[in-house]
């Protein structure tokens, strides 16, 4: 039966995913909370395992409406660019509250940790050393996800497929990096306001750069079953977006927290 639609917004269908997405991130958190306490990982993987689920067959729905059913149209992708630019808003405030608490305790740090900034005993890391190496990383993998980007409009599907997957490794080669400098440092998250900070701010930064690296390999994946055209790419527009703003926010982090708060 052929249904036809005399308007050009899209009227989601019922889909189970938003009730499973709440069920496995309350598995999740009630699993971490379970950790922390029991050092019982069961319930946390069980949640990971629900949320993961959940995203790929919510993704993929989303993949069969904007790509074959043909939901996603002007009108549509117009507000899904509306939806993605607010909630990259939304992540730009989540940052400021870090560095306002950075930057209130660093231009006036109190008595209990010495009157001084980094704070007495704390040895901060050389922001010459990997933390340079990964503004580098994070630099060039912005330029390769421009080239991707460029090439996915002038239809080329070698170049995308080459500047999508130096992106991708660029973001895993990030993530390790930083993997390895949080197993070498001198100080932790409970070494006063100065790791609480450090920690907390270049922690969910490192976090948002797997959801972009996910993101860029869930864009891969559908460029390999020719999902994007030259005029109809959103899904990797939005990525490349996200990938920018994390960028972004790494040169403020550097800046501020490895070389100034240094």
Request: net charge negative; charged share 5%.
């Amino acid at each position: 039966m052929t249904i036809n639609h005399n308007h050009p917004y899209h009227l989601v269908d019922y889909s189970p995913w938003p009730l499973t997405g709440a069920i496995g991130v309350m598995t999740l958190v009630t699993g971490l909370v379970k950790w922390f306490h029991n050092f019982n990982m069961n319930l946390l993987i069980l949640g990971y395992i629900i949320v993961l689920l959940t995203m790929y067959q919510w993704w993929r729905d989303i993949c069969r409406e904007g790509t074959f059913q043909g939901k996603h149209t002007i009108l549509v992708s117009k507000g899904l660019r509306w939806g993605m630019i607010l909630f990259i808003i939304s992540e730009i405030f989540f940052f400021i509250s870090f560095f306002w608490a950075f930057f209130h305790s660093s231009l006036s740090p109190n008595i209990e940790i010495g009157a001084m900034w980094p704070p007495s005993n704390i040895i901060p890391f050389n922001p010459f050393q990997i933390p340079l190496l990964n503004t580098i990383i994070l630099i060039t993998s912005g330029i390769t996800v421009t080239w991707a980007h460029h090439a996915i409009m002038e239809n080329n599907f070698t170049q995308t497929l080459q500047s999508l997957f130096l992106t991708i490794f660029l973001g895993i080669y990030f993530s390790i990096l930083q993997m390895y400098e949080y197993l070498e440092a001198p100080f932790t998250i409970a070494d006063s306001i100065y790791g609480s900070t450090f920690f907390v701010a270049t922690g969910f930064h490192g976090l948002h750069v797997i959801i972009g690296t996910i993101f860029l390999l869930t864009c891969f994946i559908r460029h390999i079953y020719n999902h994007f055209s030259s005029t109809h790419h959103f899904g990797f527009e939005a990525a490349a977006w996200y990938w920018h703003f994390v960028d972004v926010i790494w040169l403020f982090l550097y800046i501020s927290i490895y070389w100034w708060g240094n």
